[in-house]
């Protein structure tokens, strides 16, 4: 067998196909065989791109060059400059600004980035995430299988907790080590519940996974099951997720169909099933006692800790919630051994991060490289450098309670145990990379605002800590600030985090710890002289005067 | 979306939601986003169906009307109050701000002459904003109704707002 080298997707949704998708394939075909580049290249269509004025879509696999709208008559150029010599063709590039409508996947992928080291996104705009059977054919459902063949759900354990993944959603709680708690819980009646609110704004590689490569969710929370001795599952997806929802339940009933889902699975004693619940608008659902509370059918009000979920969660049985990203890593696990999975990354934080990037750089996207690579090597590498005149002035890493990096800290690995020590959260894996003309007051008063609107109101030291702390940011940034004001919002931070209730009010303090810590002189100098440094904040009236 | 509050359109509702996401507690936020979905907001009519129809002591399903609207407060994808035929969510968190999310909002502020939560007299346009849509790559993002719009800029706020009747 001939290995395939490139893999051309052509978007073929009614639209598309108005538009000539059905002559594009037919074409490519003919000028692959033109080339005598056939057996190298395989063709295949995708559709659910809905809403583009850039069809038809030509996409071309592995440097996820995307084309469009590419018209019948291209279709030879494209394959003699890019499949035959290898050239990028420039002209017929789709123009990252036109990208509207469900298509903001396919963004992650444009270009073509070096030395990415993709695990959980390997197969995420890949495979027809439609069908189970490219799934299969990727490795799908192997580890599964060799679970409930070969190993005892003690050994299952074992392996993730020797491959030394930790959870991704934020917190780093080693994932093997949650299994094992919920297993040894009391209780015949246990759950699987993985976190797909990915609410951290900033962050949407749960999407992406989600949306491309569905049934990896559903494998590993099978072998999660098994592990902990589960046999009902939930996934909880934010509700604004509509594509990946649809998608999630195609893959459901298709994992039922073939036998990875039900009674007997692999002829086994092992049953399970997963039933999706959509949120309807709640960061704090994120956090996991909220997303319990609301997948009861309450509102997402946090719970008081202890006792943990692992011993009392859903309906009050045991529960092991896991991120997205955390499951997509462990078939893989499974398959590979804990060994290798231990040779990726650092040594304190094996595996690969999932990054998101934006801000004022040349790409924003997805990335999957090794734990530990810096900020640097994410800006000058994969972003593509910041955006021409821009210099780096800040990055915000983890989304809105990540912490505020200025440039001086760039080369900081980043794992989880290097960024502890420059206590720095990872958070989430989004990194927000802000330039020179980025307003530090204006900034944190944006994300105070976020944690005001989102704070639940159950515990009175977050509900009326963002508020306050709000108020005294936007006065900083009319100009009308107190410099005393600066101690009461370190106060303020300081109570949020000894009594809120959940890691909301808790790490919401965070953007005000870090713009006091790095930038105090810009703050200041709102106060003292009612100006903006960088001319982004609109000061009251009365001060211009002064 | 038409906004129906007659009663027998709201029993229908209520009933084919119900039937969709079953009658246990855990299917309150699904029957309520349903009945959001068509109406564009959740009427009081339609809280004290569902109540009626899910609340049901002999199964240990215990609700009260005050629950069912503390969820559609609380739920920022529920609304209590009736709605334009089209609703505009626009991400305000900083990601779509530092590329020039604000200048997007002062546009449609503008012209619609529209505040945060207002909808025109016409009944054509509501406005809000919105936390993290998780299209962050292709900031400003903007949501219509199911549409999602990335990388807009002020000058094709026009254009956008020309689809729709």
């Given at each position: 067998m001939i290995k395939k080298r490139a893999m051309v997707l052509v978007s073929n949704d009614p639209e598309s196909i108005r538009l000539g998708a059905n002559e594009i394939v037919q074409h490519l075909n003919e000028a692959l065989v033109t080339y005598g580049i056939q057996d190298e290249v395989d063709v295949s269509t995708v559709s659910d791109i809905n809403h583009s004025n850039i069809l038809p879509l030509v996409v071309v696999y592995p440097e996820a060059v995307v084309y469009g709208p590419v018209k019948a008559s291209d279709v030879r150029y494209l394959v003699e400059e890019h499949l035959y010599k290898g050239r990028v063709v420039d002209d017929l590039l789709a123009p990252p600004k036109m990208l509207t409508g469900q298509i903001g996947w396919l963004r992650g992928h444009k270009g073509y980035n070096p030395a990415e080291h993709r695990i959980v996104l390997e197969r995420a705009g890949r495979i027809d995430p439609d069908n189970i059977e490219e799934y299969i054919t990727a490795n799908g459902y192997e580890a599964l299988g060799k679970v409930l063949s070969e190993m005892t759900p003690e050994s299952v354990i074992e392996v993730v907790e020797k491959s030394g993944l930790q959870g991704r959603g934020g917190a780093g709680f080693p994932t093997g080590r949650k299994w094992k708690f919920v297993r040894a819980a009391q209780g015949s009646k246990k759950?699987?519940?993985?976190?797909?609110?990915?609410?951290?704004?900033?962050?949407?590689?749960?999407?992406?996974?989600?949306?491309?490569?569905?049934?990896?969710?559903?494998?590993?929370?099978?072998?999660?099951?098994?592990?902990?001795?589960?046999?009902?599952?939930?996934?909880?997806?934010?509700?604004?997720?509509?594509?990946?929802?649809?998608?999630?339940?195609?893959?459901?009933?298709?994992?039922?169909?073939?036998?990875?889902?039900?009674?007997?699975?692999?002829?086994?004693?092992?049953?399970?099933?997963?039933?999706?619940?959509?949120?309807?608008?709640?960061?704090?659902?994120?956090?996991?006692?909220?997303?319990?509370?609301?997948?009861?059918?309450?509102?997402?009000?946090?719970?008081?800790?202890?006792?943990?979920?692992?011993?009392?969660?859903?309906?009050?049985?045991?529960?092991?919630?896991?991120?997205?990203?955390?499951?997509?890593?462990?078939?893989?696990?499974?398959?590979?051994?804990?060994?290798?999975?231990?040779?990726?990354?650092?040594?304190?934080?094996?595996?690969?991060?999932?990054?998101?990037?934006?801000?004022?750089?040349?790409?924003?996207?997805?990335?999957?490289?090794?734990?530990?690579?810096?900020?640097?090597?994410?800006?000058?590498?994969?972003?593509?450098?910041?955006?021409?005149?821009?210099?780096?002035?800040?990055?915000?890493?983890?989304?809105?309670?990540?912490?505020?990096?200025?440039?001086?800290?760039?080369?900081?690995?980043?794992?989880?145990?290097?960024?502890?020590?420059?206590?720095?959260?990872?958070?989430?894996?989004?990194?927000?990379?802000?330039?020179?003309?980025?307003?530090?007051?204006?900034?944190?008063?944006?994300?105070?605002?976020?944690?005001?609107?989102?704070?639940?109101?159950?515990?009175?030291?977050?509900?009326?800590?963002?508020?306050?702390?709000?108020?005294?940011?936007?006065?900083?940034?009319?100009?009308?600030?107190?410099?005393?004001?600066?101690?009461?919002?370190?106060?303020?931070?300081?109570?949020?985090?000894?009594?809120?209730?959940?890691?909301?009010?808790?790490?919401?303090?965070?953007?005000?710890?870090?713009?006091?810590?790095?930038?105090?002189?810009?703050?200041?100098?709102?106060?003292?002289?009612?100006?903006?440094?960088?001319?982004?904040?609109?000061?009251?009236?009365?001060?211009?005067?002064? | 979306m038409t906004v129906q509050t007659i009663d027998h359109d709201v029993v229908s509702v209520v009933q084919a939601a119900i039937e969709k996401h079953g009658k246990n507690r855990d299917a309150m936020i699904p029957v309520l986003s349903e009945i959001n979905h068509v109406f564009g907001y959740v009427p009081r009519e339609a809280i004290r169906e569902v109540r009626k129809q899910l609340h049901d002591p002999a199964r240990q399903v215990h609700i009260a009307e005050s629950q069912l609207y503390t969820l559609t407060s609380f739920y920022d994808m529920l609304s209590t109050k009736p709605r334009g035929r089209h609703v505009i969510k626009f991400c305000e968190n900083a990601p779509c701000h530092v590329v020039g999310g604000k200048a997007i909002w002062d546009g449609l502020r503008e012209k619609l002459s529209l505040e945060n939560g207002e909808t025109t007299p016409d009944n054509k346009w509501t406005l809000v904003t919105t936390s993290c849509l998780g299209l962050c790559s292709v900031g400003p993002v903007l949501l219509i109704d199911d549409d999602m719009y990335g990388n807009v800029t002020p000058e094709q706020i026009s254009e956008i707002l020309e689809h729709y009747e």
């Open positions: 759950y699987i519940v993985c976190n797909a609110d990915e609410s951290e704004p900033g962050t949407f590689k749960d999407r992406i996974v989600l949306e491309g490569d569905p049934h990896v969710i559903i494998e590993s929370m099978a072998i999660a099951a098994y592990a902990i001795g589960a046999d009902e599952g939930y996934i909880y997806i934010r509700g604004e997720y509509g594509l990946a929802y649809r998608r999630l339940e195609k893959a459901i009933l298709q994992a039922r169909e073939f036998g990875f889902l039900g009674k007997n699975i692999f002829g086994t004693e092992f049953n399970f099933d997963i039933h999706i619940h959509a949120g309807a608008g709640a960061y704090v659902c994120g956090e996991e006692t909220a997303l319990l509370e609301s997948l009861e059918g309450k509102r997402g009000e946090p719970r008081s800790r202890p006792p943990y979920p692992v011993t009392k969660g859903l309906w009050n049985k045991p529960t092991s919630v896991n991120n997205v990203e955390t499951l997509a890593n462990i078939p893989a696990i499974i398959r590979n051994g804990a060994e290798w999975y231990r040779s990726i990354g650092t040594p304190s934080s094996p595996g690969t991060k999932v990054y998101t990037i934006m801000g004022n750089v040349n790409f924003s996207g997805v990335i999957e490289v090794p734990m530990g690579v810096t900020l640097r090597e994410v800006i000058n590498i994969y972003a593509k450098g910041m955006k021409p005149g821009s210099t780096l002035k800040l990055a915000q890493t983890g989304g809105s309670s990540g912490s505020i990096i200025p440039a001086v800290l760039q080369d900081t690995p980043m794992d989880f145990e290097s960024f502890r020590k420059a206590g720095v959260s990872l958070g989430s894996g989004a990194l927000l990379i802000c330039d020179q003309n980025t307003c530090i007051v204006d900034l944190v008063k944006v994300l105070l605002q976020f944690f005001r609107f989102e704070s639940c109101g159950k515990c009175t030291p977050c509900r009326v800590g963002t508020q306050r702390s709000y108020e005294i940011v936007d006065r900083i940034s009319k100009g009308q600030g107190k410099l005393e004001e600066l101690d009461t919002l370190l106060e303020l931070a300081a109570e949020m985090e000894r009594a809120s209730n959940c890691g909301l009010g808790q790490t919401a303090t965070v953007p005000i710890r870090d713009m006091l810590k790095h930038f105090r002189t810009e703050v200041e100098a709102h106060i003292r002289s009612g100006s903006c440094p960088t001319g982004v904040c609109e000061m009251a009236q009365e001060v211009e005067k002064i | -």
